[in-house]
């Protein structure tokens, strides 16, 4: 018996859909119109739109830094930003700590089965923004789904790599006794906003996250410091007490710092004393420290205080050679207490 598939038709898959399908993350027809549909229209550059394995960069010979962080936050939209600028912004400022420029960054999505398609638009436009102002380029990515209940909507990785300028070595072994501490503004604004949005306290004014890339405030220190900047890094899980902390340890050296120099926002610490939480070990997204000698701290202050980033920036301590390998901290009563190491996460799923 023979048959006529002449007049046979094959219905067409449906594509317009309004959640994340797990065929999405199949490698298949849905997984390239995903990417054509949601990535390409936002990332869209000459190296990624080629949708090769990887991506192929032209780099001038000279040190490189790389870095890569995975974002977990939950919730993924919080009064400030969202999972995806946080994610740009976030591996951007790794790098810029390093004293190296950003130059490219790749993205790779775990998305939960389900997930709504608006939401995943969301998410890459607000990643697309932070990149064309920081002036990165996404070059390449990936995406998997996986079945629902087996990751919480969203997960992000960010890789970076950028360039460090010749003559520039930043590392906390570089600390001396003398070296002024420099805080670039108010702390603990984004792991409140995330702490306040989960426990549904609300305040007279709003607290929002200060995501936000540091690499053109980093070029402007760097510039106006003329070699005398030792070390940057931006405080964020653990904050500024682990960040320097850490700084005490590498060095050798003790750091001491100044509680009533700390700026923090007054529903900020107001949210913190509700919730019994130190301000100087809740997370940061958009500030950063800087250890800088005290011949160059002013031209770096001045410089900081002329850009948007850095308008609060102001001294909170010193390098000291007492009490090696420890942060302390004088009081507002006047007193000095050990400021430790945090014990643990105090904050889970804060970035």
Not at 39 to 62: C, K, R, T
Not at 84 to 105: C, K, Q
Not at 185 to 205: E, K, P, V, Y
Not at 232 to 250: C, F, I, K, Q
């Amino acid at each position: 018996m023979s048959m006529d598939f002449s007049k046979a038709t094959c219905p067409l898959p449906i594509m317009d859909h309004a959640t994340i399908q797990l065929a999405h993350g199949s490698g298949g027809r849905m997984s390239a119109d995903l990417i054509r549909r949601v990535f390409l229209p936002h990332f869209a550059n000459p190296v990624l739109n080629l949708l090769e394995d990887q991506a192929v960069l032209e780099l001038s010979l000279g040190r490189i830094a790389f870095s890569t962080d995975t974002y977990v936050v939950d919730p993924i939209f919080f009064p400030g930003g969202n999972i995806g600028e946080l994610a740009i912004n976030g591996t951007i400022n790794d790098v810029a700590m390093s004293g190296g420029r950003p130059l490219y960054l790749s993205a790779a999505f775990v998305i939960e089965e389900g997930f709504s398609m608006e939401s995943l638009h969301e998410i890459v436009a607000a990643m697309a923004r932070a990149g064309k102002t920081a002036g990165i380029l996404v070059v390449t990515g990936d995406t998997k789904v996986v079945n629902r209940g087996s990751c919480d909507k969203i997960f992000i990785n960010t890789s970076g790599v950028g360039m460090i300028p010749e003559g520039v070595y930043l590392s906390a072994a570089n600390l001396c006794p003398g070296d002024k501490i420099v805080l670039s503004g108010t702390i603990a604004d984004h792991g409140m906003a995330i702490m306040t949005c989960r426990q549904g306290l609300s305040f007279q004014s709003r607290i929002e996250s200060d995501t936000a890339a540091l690499n053109g405030l980093t070029e402007t220190m760097l510039e106006a410091a003329k070699g005398g900047i030792r070390a940057m890094r931006d405080p964020t899980r653990g904050g500024v007490a682990a960040s320097l902390n850490e700084w005490a340890e590498t060095a050798g050296a003790g750091i001491k710092i100044e509680e009533t120099m700390i700026p923090v926002r007054p529903e900020v610490e107001a949210a913190c004393e509700i919730l019994g939480i130190d301000p100087l070990y809740v997370a940061n997204e958009g500030k950063l420290l800087a250890a800088v000698a005290p011949e160059n701290v002013q031209d770096v202050l001045a410089a900081m205080r002329d850009h948007p980033l850095g308008r609060n920036a102001v001294i909170i301590g010193e390098v000291t050679v007492d009490n090696p390998g420890l942060l302390v901290m004088t009081t507002v009563l006047g007193t000095t207490r050990i400021v430790d190491m945090p014990l643990g996460e105090q904050l889970p799923r804060i970035c």
